[in-house]
């Protein structure tokens, strides 16, 4: 009797010792965090209380959105100087 209650709990932990990293590895929403920080008054702190993440994942997202938004300028600056060559009679292509 003691030993199926000890074997149960053994695998009780052992599955939650197995789940537990997993369901805080999720994947966090960038685009609904930043939307969240866009709104007046609102925190790193409160939307990562809110959300159930941690200040360190709405950092991450930051710095994504920053280095996206430098990869879209450069990518476009690179387009309009590729468009100004195109234009220009006896430019090579």
Do not use: Y
Request: hydrophobic share 45%.
């Amino acid at each position: 009797m003691v030993r199926r209650i000890l074997c149960r709990a053994t695998a009780g932990l052992f599955v939650l010792s197995i789940l537990g990293p997993m369901a805080h590895a999720a994947e966090v929403n960038c685009k609904f965090v930043l939307k969240n920080l866009a709104l007046p008054g609102r925190t790193v702190e409160s939307v990562a209380e809110t959300m159930g993440i941690t200040e360190a994942d709405i950092e991450k997202c930051k710095k994504e959105a920053a280095s996206g938004a430098q990869n879209k300028a450069a990518d476009t600056a690179a387009g309009a100087v590729e468009e100004g060559a195109k234009e220009v009679p006896g430019a090579a292509h």
